[in-house]
């Protein structure tokens, strides 16, 4: 007896992946671990990964029926800094991603030259080194977790959603899901509780203070914070698809219920946008000059010159593949012209979610109706009808991700909180007067891990335009992971102690993952230490210990001198 798939397609074939409840487990309406993690992405499958490697027993649930988050259900290709290949990520962040390389050279039809790459890029795209399906992280992911599923150290409830929080003063005692696929709901007891979903859910659900939105200028002192605080005003939310394009073939779509007012659509942003959303002119996320994108669905290589979105994210290129393998590239289109900042989609009524999340699909299918039918060609023509919406890629009906691309949570009110005095360059230069080839991020005594991405905002709910700004290569300080009051709370994903601007870069895949990662190996330590979180990190001795165990697993907790990015 199962409440999800006990299976996924892949590839050509199928990978049995079981993840069936036992039938009592099925049955029960109870269920308690040493570590209960709810959210099931990145940050999440990282923090079941820590937990059970030190020994915990572990509940995992996740709201959608893929694990992975943005890199499986949002359908978002890793998204990294320049040096992945050599640092900054944990050790078990590498060995996925070279799990993910190894499953297409066991499982695909590469050509000798692609199987031979040691830096194997399925999809050849810019934006990643390792650009891949959806489905293969999923894959992948599951393989990493099925040793302990099969030993019983970890239960994971896909299609489960938090709804309710039994809180005692300062403790989370339970925490109630319901199951989506079947109605019914069960609790889950443990002495740590890790949130890793997508919005931070479970900080309302538990009373967790924490804040939404743009924090003022008054209160955090930034360079590019308003004068006033902004609760609402939230990053864009993007419903990605994936498509391919088959030459000489028509897959165009019928035209979307709100195609005309996205046809039509001009951004009222600040700094103002160039024209209508749908066009190849946008501004540049950095100089936010007006720039004209390219696209060509049959290129092979990046050439020099406008951005060519075809190759953007493409998670297949077809040169990598014996000749046959695959009728065209194919990519994922999360651009731009697909950022919804219509409103939040959370901290909002009910009916306003829904309304928000359905524009936000309108948007994406009219971009791919433009995209078939009105878009400029270079040789002067409009649209491409051989462009092909992968629904199967994507495994939904109406060919968009399961789930939409959360680039924001809800953020705890943390121990301590990331500034953009700690991390943006030109914050930095103010604060410290260095020069440039001078100038590195706060160093935190506390640090769990290291990251490094641009403080990369989209365009926002509140009508701002792209904050774009330079930032130094990071670390993840430990008091960033605790809340200011509640004991046994631990932040694993997008809700940790950042500001909207400090998101901006805390928020990608491997940084997520180290987050998650580092949660979940806390909840072990405090479980066997009997120490609580706070006190192992404001405790010299014990900070140390956990440290250390840290770096034996892998973790990298400090950066080399390198330069901003």
């Not at 990294?80 to 990520?89: D, P, Q, S, V």
């Not at 590469?110 to 390792?130: I, K």
């Not at 896909?158 to 039994?166: S, Y």
């Not at 230490?529 to 405790?539: E, F, G, L, S, V």
Request: with cysteine; aromatic share 8%.
């Amino acid at each position: 007896m199962t409440n999800r798939r006990d299976f996924l397609k892949q590839g050509s074939g199928f990978l049995l992946l079981p993840f069936a409840l036992s039938p009592a487990l099925a049955r029960a309406k109870e269920l308690r671990g040493d570590v209960a993690i709810i959210g099931g992405g990145l940050g999440g499958v990282a923090a079941a990964l820590a937990a059970c490697r030190n020994g915990q027993r572990v509940i995992l649930t996740e709201e959608t029926d893929w694990l992975g988050g943005q890199v499986t259900a949002q359908a978002v290709p890793l998204d990294e800094h320049r040096w992945i290949e050599n640092f900054g990520a944990t050790l078990s962040y590498r060995q996925y991603r070279t799990a993910i390389r190894q499953y297409y050279r066991d499982h695909y039809p590469l050509t000798a030259e692609a199987r031979a790459r040691w830096q194997l890029n399925p999809g050849n795209a810019s934006v990643s080194r390792v650009c891949h399906e959806p489905r293969v992280s999923v894959a992948v992911l599951s393989a990493l977790l099925a040793p302990y599923v099969s030993s019983g150290r970890l239960t994971v409830l896909l299609m489960h959603k938090p709804v309710a929080a039994d809180v005692q003063a300062d403790r989370v005692r339970a925490v109630t899901v319901r199951d989506l696929s079947g109605g019914h709901e069960r609790t889950i007891s443990a002495p740590y509780f890790l949130d890793a979903t997508e919005t931070g859910e479970l900080l309302p659900l538990t009373k967790t203070e924490y804040v939404t939105g743009f924090e003022s200028r008054k209160t955090t002192g930034e360079l590019h914070a308003p004068e006033q605080a902004q609760p609402l005003n939230m990053q864009a939310v993007t419903w990605c698809f994936a498509m391919d394009h088959v030459a000489g073939e028509d897959h165009t779509t019928d035209a979307p219920a709100e195609w005309k007012y996205w046809r039509d659509y001009v951004p009222q942003l600040n700094p103002a946008w160039p024209g209508k959303l749908l066009a190849w002119e946008q501004p540049h996320p950095q100089t936010l000059k007006t720039r004209g994108a390219a696209f060509d669905p049959e290129a092979d290589v990046t050439k020099p010159g406008p951005t060519n979105f075809m190759i953007y994210r493409r998670i297949i290129a077809r040169d990598n593949f014996l000749p046959g393998s695959f009728a065209g590239h194919i990519t994922v289109v999360n651009w731009p012209m697909n950022d919804y900042f219509g409103g939040p989609v959370f901290e909002v009524s009910e009916t306003e979610v829904k309304r928000h999340l359905y524009q936000a699909k309108q948007l994406s299918l009219s971009l791919l109706y433009w995209l078939q039918t009105e878009a400029p060609r270079p040789d002067g023509g409009v649209g491409w009808k051989g462009l092909r919406l992968r629904s199967d890629i994507v495994d939904t009906d109406d060919g968009l991700a399961k789930y939409p691309y959360i680039r924001e949570a809800r953020r705890i009110q943390a121990e301590f909180t990331v500034l953009e005095q700690h991390v943006g360059t030109e914050a930095r230069a103010q604060l410290t007067g260095k020069k440039p080839d001078e100038l590195t991020a706060e160093e935190f005594k506390d640090s769990v891990g290291v990251g490094s991405y641009r403080i990369d905002l989209h365009m926002s709910t509140g009508g701002d335009n792209y904050i774009d700004v330079s930032s130094l290569p990071f670390q993840i300080p430990l008091g960033a992971l605790i809340p200011k009051r509640i004991e046994n709370l631990i932040p694993a994903c997008k809700n940790i102690g950042t500001t909207h601007i400090t998101n901006g870069c805390y928020r990608l895949h491997p940084v997520e993952w180290n987050i998650g990662e580092a949660a979940g190996a806390l909840a072990a330590h405090a479980n066997q230490t009997k120490q609580a979180p706070r006190r192992i990190r404001n405790d010299a001795r014990l900070l140390a210990d956990f440290q250390a165990k840290l770096t034996q697993q892998g973790f990298e907790l400090a950066w080399p001198k390198v330069r901003s990015v």
